[in-house]
């Protein structure tokens, strides 16, 4: 499970270019700052309070000052700034950040997003995510397949929303997919899958870039 979730943070860190500020959800998300190319300059920004996240910390480097939205320590950048939630907020609100990547429960196939609760359970709060997936021209999902087998992307979703028609692309162990007017349409394909299993695993249709190429990831 670990090897599948690199797997799909280093895919997604090569969504990014020289010069893209970056918003970093909690979970998954987080660790697509351990894999950025070290040749581009990327700022990862933090909806707590601050633009800067470097790779996660660890007994070496940790510092008790310095946590993400999600509450785990992260390393800074030299460059790192620190600013109250309003400001934060208006880099969002003010289409500052080019891309959010957040982790989802769901995903619909017209873009809809299921990210911040199930009916019944305790949570802390829906954070950020709403403010993101409105805020941000790009919003990424990064994200197993399926839960337990079941598929976490489907014609509607079961799940509260936590917003409408927001994602514009999804990225899993098994392949990328681009959210079109027209549909799901899968782009990359990884090679320890096929066509038919990736269909098996979703649970509304999906279509097939006629220039679909092999799943990328970073060295």
Known sequence: MADLKERIARRCALEFEDGDFI????????MVAD??????????HSENGF??????????????????????????LPRVKYFDTAESFGLVRGGHVKAT???????????DLANWIVPGKKVAGMGGAMD????????IITMMHTQKGAPKIKKHCTLPLTAEKCVTKIIT????IEVREDGLWVTELHPD???????AATDCELHWDPNMIPYQENN
Do not use: H, R, W
């Open 23 to 30: 918003n970093l959800g909690i979970g998954m998300p987080t």
């Open 35 to 44: 894999y950025i190319a070290e040749d581009i300059v990327v700022t990862c």
């Open 51 to 76: 633009a800067g996240i470097d790779a996660m910390a660890d007994e070496t480097n940790l510092d008790v000052d310095i946590i993400n939205s999600g509450g785990q320590y992260v390393t800074v």
């Open 101 to 111: 990547v957040l982790g989802a429960m769901e995903v619909a196939e017209n873009g």
């Open 132 to 139: 993101l997936c409105v805020g941000c021209p790009n919003v």
């Open 173 to 176: 162990e098994m392949c990328v």
């Open 193 to 199: 899958f096929t066509k038919e299993e990736v269909q």
